[in-house]
T-cell receptor, first 114, second 113 residues
Framework: NAGVTQTPKFQVLKTGQSMTLQCAQD?????MSWYRQDPGMGLRLIHY???????DQGEVPNGYNVSRSTTEDFPLRLLSAAPSQTSVYFC?????????????FGPGTRLTVL | GNSVTQMEGPVTLSEEAFLTINCTYTATGYPSLFWYVQYPGEGLQLLLK?????DKGSNKGFEATYRKETTSFHLEKGSVQVSDSAVYFC????????????FGKGNQVVVIP
């Protein structure tokens, strides 16, 4: 199993550009989520999904869109990039939605917005 | 809402020293508690967890006990190695059916030979 994969690993954007961060998992997990990691801030939840066709907002959703058309994929879209979105983005997935299970994290995408 | 507080600042210690990282939480209900570790340039991986009060999670010599009375989940290791150098995050999970994780800010641990 590849686990959770993310592409690209690195990306540089100009202010106002849009892009999609890709996330895929091959573990048949119902739950998937996106976090951003900023220095001294820990990880903050952007959006999450408890199954195909179901998404919801996390702690910091503004400026981001998500969709979940399949169990495997959970892309994160930046609509109009801003310097405040410079961060490291992590996708995660887990089995079930009980809250007791481990979340598996991808390797991250480091995004710089100029 | 749910929140996690970790002790401030990086932790630097010598090999074979005792490590403690404090973690306290605020939550409604009975959350599950986790410690995740992040090695340089990598994503997070689960170190240990506890899903109910008085449970002790353990892995790779690390331990943490879920203390409901003090709302704490402190991480300990009796003898650290250079390979334990990493960032450690305490987190809690909402058990309301959506798996949301709330993270502490993390602690950088540097172990000197």
């Amino acid at each position: 199993n590849a686990g959770v994969t993310q592409t690209p690993k690195f990306q540089v954007l100009k202010t106002g550009q849009s892009m999609t961060l890709q996330c895929a998992q091959d573990m048949n997990h119902e739950y998937m989520s996106w976090y951003r990691q900023d220095p001294g801030m820990g990880l903050r939840l952007i959006h999450y999904s408890v199954g195909a066709g179901i998404t919801d907002q996390g702690e910091v959703p503004n400026g981001y869109n998500v969709s979940r058309s399949t169990t495997e994929d959970f892309p994160l879209r930046l609509l109009s990039a801003a310097p405040s979105q410079t961060s490291v983005y992590f996708c995660a997935s887990s089995y079930g939605t009980s809250g007791k299970n481990e979340q598996f994290f991808g390797p991250g995408t480091r995004l710089t917005v100029l | 809402g749910n929140s996690v507080t970790q002790m401030e600042g990086p932790v630097t210690l010598s090999e074979e020293a005792f490590l403690t990282i404090n973690c306290t939480y605020t939550a409604t209900g009975y959350p599950s508690l986790f410690w995740y570790v992040q090695y340089p340039g990598e994503g997070l991986q689960l170190l240990l967890k506890a899903t109910k009060a008085d449970d002790k999670g353990s892995n790779k010599g690390f331990e943490a006990t879920y203390r409901k009375e003090t709302t704490s989940f402190h991480l300990e290791k009796g003898s650290v190695q250079v390979s334990d150098s990493a960032v450690y995050f305490c987190a809690l999970s909402d058990r309301g059916g959506n798996n949301r994780l709330a993270f502490g800010k993390g602690n950088q641990v540097v172990v000197i030979p």
